[in-house]
C-alpha cells in the first residue's frame, strides 16, 4: 500500500508540516515538491537583511540537507506540480513525473502582483521581491547614488524603500491610496511610518498612482505619474500585493476562493488534502481570511500535520507580524480586522509607541514601534483573552503587567 506524504510547496508553511509529522512520530515517507531550485528558507530577510547585505545566503535555509537525508524527507526542487488527480491520488509535474499520495498538502505560497505590460511591467528594470533568486537578480541596482522607484506603500515597499536609502539610493515610494499602509495598519502607524521615512530623505508620494513607465534605447528611463510629474527612474521595485497560489487547488476541484478553503483542522474539501499558510483561506470571525505571515504559515502547517497523522487539533489563529525599517522594529499582536477606533500610547523608551485597535470596548491588536515590552505583554494578554479597555491602555501610568496576574 501506497503510504507516501505528498507536500507540494517548499516554503515556510510545508517545512512546518514535515519537521511537525517528524516530531509526532510519523514514519511515512515525505516527498516536499518545490517549484523553487533553493530548500525551504526564509522570506522575510529578503527584503530586509539579505537585501542590505547584512546575512549570508546560508543563514536563510532553515535545515541543513542532512536534516532532510536523517528525516527521510525527499527534496524534488526546481519541479512545478500542475495537476492533481483526486480519484488515484497521485500529482503530475510539468516534466510528466507523477507522484501517488495517501495524504496530500497544498503549501503553495503566494505570488507576487505583477505591473502590468500597458504600463512598462515587462521593462528590464522592474522588479518584485518574493524570492531569493528575485533579491539576487536585484542586488546589482542597489548602488549609491541610483534612483528606484518603489510602487505600493505596504510592508515590504517600505521596507525595500528603507534597505535602499540606508545604501545610498534616491527613493521615491508612490501610493495610489490616500496614505501608506491603507490595507494593513491604522492611520496612525501609516503617519508614524511616515514620518521616519520622511525624515531620512524618501519621498513618499501618497494618492499618487503610476501612469506608466517611460523607455529609452529598450532601457527603463522614467515614470509619468497621475500627478502629472515625469521623473527619471533607474529601476523599479513593485510592491502592489500578493495573490495566493491556489491553481492547482480549483483545477482539481477543490474548494477555492481567494486561496484554498480549509476547516480549522487545515482540511480541504478533500479528506485527504490539507492546505496550509499563504495559500489557505479560513473563517475567522464569520469572515473568510488569509493571513500572509510566517506565524500562520508555521501554526497552519503544524494543524495540517496533526490532521495528516490522524489527531483533530483544531487552529487557533494567535497572530504576530513584525516589520524591520531603519532603526525601528515594528511587532503587531493580534489582528485588526474590525476595529472601529484606535488609540496612541508612549511606550518608556524614547521614541517607542503603540497604537492600540478596538473594536468598541474589546482591544483586538497592537502595533508596537520600538516598544517591545509592551508588545510582550499585550500578545500574552489577548492570547489569555483578557481585555484592556481603553482607558487603560490610555492610561501611561497603567501597569499592563498587572493584568497578566
Ligand atoms: C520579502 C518578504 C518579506 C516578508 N516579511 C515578513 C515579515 O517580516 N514577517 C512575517 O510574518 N512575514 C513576512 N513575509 C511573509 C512570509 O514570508 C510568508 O507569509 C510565508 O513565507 C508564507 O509561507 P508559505 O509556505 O505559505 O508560502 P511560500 O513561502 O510562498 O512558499 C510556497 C512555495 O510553493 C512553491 N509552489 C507554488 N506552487 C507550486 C507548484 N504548483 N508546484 C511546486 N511548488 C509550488 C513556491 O514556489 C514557493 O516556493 C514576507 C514575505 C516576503 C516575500
Not at 535545515?63 to 500529482?91: C, F
Not at 492547482?248 to 488534502?273: F, H, M, P, R
Not at 504559515?297 to 483544531?314: M, R
Request: charged share 20%; glycine share 8%; net charge positive.
Amino acid at each position: 500500500m501506497n503510504d507516501a506524504i505528498c507536500i507540494v510547496g517548499g516554503g515556510q508553511a510545508g517545512l512546518s508540516i514535515a519537521s511537525k509529522l517528524r516530531k509526532l512520530g510519523d514514519q511515512r515517507p515525505i516527498t516536499i515538491i518545490s517549484s523553487e531550485l533553493y530548500p525551504p528558507y526564509q522570506r522575510p530577510p529578503l527584503s530586509k537583511k539579505y537585501l542590505l547585505g547584512d546575512t549570508k545566503k546560508e543563514r536563510l535555509f532553515f535545515r541543513p540537507l542532512d536534516w532532510y537525508q536523517g528525516n527521510n524527507v525527499s527534496l524534488k526542487l526546481g519541479a512545478t506540480v500542475k495537476s492533481i488527480n483526486r480519484e488515484n491520488k497521485t500529482v503530475q509535474l510539468e516534466t510528466g513525473e507523477i507522484f501517488a499520495y495517501q495524504k496530500l498538502a497544498l503549501t503553495t505560497g503566494s505570488n507576487a502582483l505583477k505591473l502590468p505590460k500597458k504600463l512598462g511591467g515587462l521593462l528590464p528594470g522592474v522588479y518584485s521581491i518574493k524570492t531569493l533568486n528575485d533579491v539576487d537578480n536585484i542586488k546589482h541596482e542597489f548602488m549609491a547614488g541610483k534612483t528606484m522607484l518603489v510602487i505600493g506603500g505596504g510592508y515590504i515597499g517600505l521596507e525595500a524603500a528603507a534597505t535602499a536609502n540606508k545604501l545610498g539610493l534616491n527613493v521615491v515610494l508612490v501610493e495610489k491610496e490616500n496614505r501608506i499602509l491603507n490595507r494593513v495598519a491604522a492611520a496612525a502607524t501609516a503617519d508614524y511610518f511616515r514620518n521616519l521615512h520622511l525624515s531620512k530623505g524618501v519621498q513618499i508620494l501618497e494618492s499618487t498612482s503610476l501612469v506608466n513607465l517611460i523607455e529609452k534605447g529598450g532601457r527603463l528611463a522614467g515614470a509619468r505619474l497621475s500627478s502629472g510629474e515625469t521623473i527619471s527612474v533607474d529601476f523599479v521595485v513593485c510592491g502592489i500585493g500578493i495573490r495566493p497560489n491556489d491553481d492547482l487547488a480549483e483545477k482539481a476541484e477543490l474548494k477555492v476562493s481567494n486561496g484554498i478553503n480549509v476547516n480549522e483542522y487545515c482540511q480541504t474539501s478533500d479528506k485527504d488534502i490539507v492546505a496550509a499558510g499563504d495559500c489557505a483561506s479560513f473563517l475567522y470571525k464569520d469572515k473568510l481570511i488569509r493571513l500572509e505571515s510566517v506565524q500562520n504559515a508555521i501554526d497552519q502547517g503544524e494543524i495540517a500535520a496533526e490532521t495528516i497523522f490522524g489527531n483533530k487539533v483544531s487552529y487557533q489563529p494567535y497572530p504576530w507580524f513584525w516589520s524591520d525599517q531603519f532603526e525601528t522594529k515594528l511587532q503587531i499582536a493580534g489582528l485588526n480586522i474590525g476595529f472601529n477606533h484606535t488609540l496612541v500610547r508612549k511606550g518608556r523608551r524614547p521614541g517607542g509607541q503603540s497604537v492600540w485597535y478596538y473594536r468598541d470596548q474589546s482591544l483586538i491588536a497592537v502595533d508596537a514601534m520600538n516598544d517591545g515590552s509592551t508588545y510582550l505583554v499585550v500578545s500574552r494578554l489577548l492570547k489569555m483573552q483578557t481585555n484592556v479597555t481603553p482607558e487603560q491602555a490610555d492610561n501611561i501610568n497603567f501597569d499592563l503587567k498587572s493584568l497578566l496576574k
